[in-house]
């Protein structure tokens, strides 16, 4: 606890670093504020069965990743989500499309190339999103509506202030980007899921102790023992790597001496990240669009698809993230490339040929990665439902693990690399003794 008040302190003394996060916390407290402001013209007191549908399944995880914005009806009910899909379709065409290839090889020109056609491609996932949501308030909370305001007039102009929040929640991310202390978009992402954190918390506490066949306090300290061996796994699992040795053979040019030195590739026991998590719950949201749109929305099949603790939600689920997982690593992580580029600059692995030999050797090691790391992913992803065993509340169990807690342990991990970046330029202790994260040691 010294450490971390006195981390703070040398935080405040760089005036570059205090601004940045000081910016942050304006950009993250505009941000929640927003999430609080409901559309005009609808009665927040009267949006109960919105919020009772957003207690559980699929759309509490809507609701979690917006920051209790969905159920609310506010100006910012759709998030960043949006934008999140647009960038996962862009990242795809960008393996399937050559031209999307070649602007991704030109630099800090294509990358603006393909931001720009990500804010095009997100204003048109708002243009579908913002219609079915306003579809799917009028269903759940038809009274709403204020006396004398048609649904038709209303939701044109309410369409248009949900397409504009969830722009200006993109905004709000690139200035904490540029200005702030960086990764606006997962910051703003992490901000909602821990605004949800202390209701969710309360909640737990409160039906522990006042049920009687719940366990009361023994079970909730068993719910916090697994919590904590959760987090610790989330956290082995974003920064452990495993490191192969590369010699570069020694170059004399004139009288100067090149090469020679012994470096590092260091592979990820998880390269891939949250991307396959979020690929996965990207498709599973496809049941709720089923629904919207089908006569039959009682059909058992849909329904277990809409219950995040099904059998059959869980195995479609583990199944979809497994196979993203060597996707995403595949087109990520080039082994012949990698061998190439160590060729061409006179390096080797120790014991392995270069060229063929060096590129099948790390598509071996990469392989001995993915496959642990995929099923450890899978079972942090299934464990809200595993935790729904012990009767967690819906709300609290989604803190032990899929989407929230990787972002949310990732993000953290990401901001402490920022701060102790800018504090040891200045010659200051980090938040940790040794001054760098872990992510600098081999697992």
Not at 250 to 262: E, F, H, L, M, S
Not at 287 to 310: A, E, G, H, R, W
Not at 407 to 418: A, E, K, P, R
Request: with cysteine.
């Amino acid at each position: 606890m010294k450490k971390f008040f006195e981390t703070l302190k040398n935080c405040w003394k760089v005036e570059d670093l205090r601004q940045r996060l000081l910016i942050t916390i304006l950009f993250t407290a505009i941000y929640r504020f927003g999430s609080f402001i409901v559309l005009p013209g609808i009665n927040p007191s009267m949006l109960e069965k919105l919020q009772s549908q957003t207690a559980g399944g699929l759309m509490s995880l809507l609701d979690m990743f917006s920051g209790g914005a969905f159920s609310n009806a506010s100006i910012f009910a759709l998030g960043i989500m949006p934008y999140i899909s647009a960038s996962i379709v862009m990242q795809l065409l960008a393996i399937a499309i050559p031209y999307f290839q070649k602007m991704q090889r030109e630099g800090e020109s294509g990358r603006k190339k393909i931001n720009w056609y990500t804010r095009v491609l997100t204003i048109i996932i708002l243009a579908f999103q913002a219609p079915a949501y306003l579809i799917n308030l009028k269903a759940q909370a038809a009274g709403a509506l204020a006396t004398g305001i048609s649904w038709p007039a209303f939701m044109i102009p309410a369409a248009i202030i949900l397409a504009a929040g969830s722009m200006f929640i993109l905004w709000l991310g690139e200035r904490i980007t540029d200005k702030g202390i960086g990764n606006g978009v997962s910051i703003i992402i992490m901000v909602g899921i821990i605004a949800r954190l202390p209701q969710a918390f309360f909640q737990e506490v409160t039906s522990r102790f006042t049920a009687i066949s719940s366990g009361g306090l023994v079970m909730f300290i068993i719910e916090i023992i697994i919590l904590y061996l959760v987090v610790c796994a989330a956290i082995l699992l974003v920064q452990g790597t495993r490191k192969i040795p590369v010699q570069y053979a020694k170059r004399v040019v004139g009288n100067k001496q090149y090469g020679g030195a012994r470096q590092y590739i260091p592979l990820k026991l998880f390269a891939a990240n949250v991307m396959p998590i979020i690929f996965a719950q990207a498709l599973m949201f496809i049941p709720l669009t089923i629904v919207q749109f089908s006569t039959d929305s009682t059909s058992t099949v849909l329904q277990s698809l809409m219950d995040t603790k099904s059998l059959l939600y869980n195995v479609i689920y583990v199944t979809l993230i497994i196979l993203f997982t060597y996707f995403y690593t595949a087109i990520t992580l080039n082994p012949t490339q990698m061998a190439e580029d160590m060729k061409r600059n006179n390096g080797f692995i120790p014991g392995v040929k270069p060229g063929k030999d060096t590129a099948e050797y790390i598509e071996t090691i990469m392989s001995r990665l993915t496959l642990p790391g995929s099923l450890f992913i899978a079972f942090i992803a299934v464990m809200p439902a595993l935790a729904g065993l012990l009767n967690v509340q819906d709300s609290f169990g989604q803190f032990f693990g899929g989407t929230s807690l990787l972002i949310l342990v990732g993000v953290v991990i990401d901001t402490i690399q920022q701060i102790e970046s800018h504090l040891m330029m200045r010659h200051y202790d980090g938040l940790l003794n040794s001054g760098y994260t872990r992510t600098n040691n081999a697992v």
